[in-house]
């Protein structure tokens, strides 16, 4: 009876230890992604050049060029219009 409790507690303890053994991590990988992570890049965009857009009419093939704040105004009011 001994044997069988003994042969399942180490059985237990395989099975907790094992996956601890195989997720510890180095210091030294968590450091560099650390490292990695805190970069902060920075762009610099010209949105000038984004102020006008240029739209296909599906049904006509027509292509219509509108500034890009009057599409999105345009849009937002559609779709609360929509919802309504």
């Known amino acids: 009876m001994k044997k069988v409790i003994?042969?399942?507690?180490?059985?237990?303890?395989i099975c907790f230890a094992i996956p601890m053994i195989f997720t510890i991590k180095r210091k030294t990988e968590e450091a560099s992604t650390n490292i990695e992570a805190n970069k902060i890049e920075e762009f610099s965009y010209d949105y000038a050049e984004y102020s006008k857009i240029k739209l296909l009419h599906s049904c006509t093939n027509q292509v219509e060029e509108i500034s890009l704040d009057e599409y999105l105004i345009r849009s937002c009011v559609c779709r609360n219009a929509c919802r309504l």
Do not use: K, M
């Not at 003994?6 to 303890?13: D, E, G, S, T, W």
């Open 6 to 13: 003994f042969f399942i507690l180490i059985f237990i303890i």
